[in-house]
Nanobody, 128 residues
Framework: QEQLVESGGGLVQPGGSLRLSCAAS????????IGWFRQAPGKEREGVSC????????DYADSVKGRFTISRDNAKNTVYLQMNSLKPEDTAVYYC?????????????????????WGKGTLVTVSS
């Protein structure tokens, strides 16, 4: 059974850091571009970052540029989101999602409707 499992969320003070992980089981991430999304209470889900199959292409929402870094380790079948200089407005449930991409050089996307698999999310709370 194909599954994505997020981990690494928690409570952190403003200015702190967290690293989220997205581990796949039942399929290999080598053939998938990965996106990270988040949904804050009372708000719509938004795309945060994505990484292509070959990790040659990454993209970030303006709100997280310079603070978040996405990376992948295909040998571990895992994608990461390093989050630094966290702000209270980063508080949300964070989800990872995978999209099958035929070409290793294909792009990534944070369009939620284009994703094939989703994790169940991990809660990040930024508060003093």
């Amino acid at each position: 059974q194909e599954q994505l499992v997020e981990s690494g969320g928690g409570l952190v003070q403003p200015g702190g850091s967290l690293r989220l992980s997205c581990a796949a089981s039942g399929f290999t991430l080598n053939y998938y571009a990965i996106g990270w999304f988040r949904q804050a209470p009372g708000k719509e889900r938004e795309g945060v970052s994505c990484i292509s199959r070959s990790d040659s292409i990454t993209d970030y929402a303006d709100s997280v540029k310079g603070r978040f870094t996405i990376s992948r380790d295909n040998a571990k079948n895992t994608v990461y989101l390093q989050m630094n200089s966290l702000k209270p407005e980063d508080t949300a449930v964070y989800y990872c999602a995978a999209r099958l991409v035929p070409s290793p050089m294909g792009p990534c996307t944070v369009v939620a409707g284009r994703m094939d698999y989703w994790g169940k999310g991990t809660l990040v709370t930024v508060s003093s």
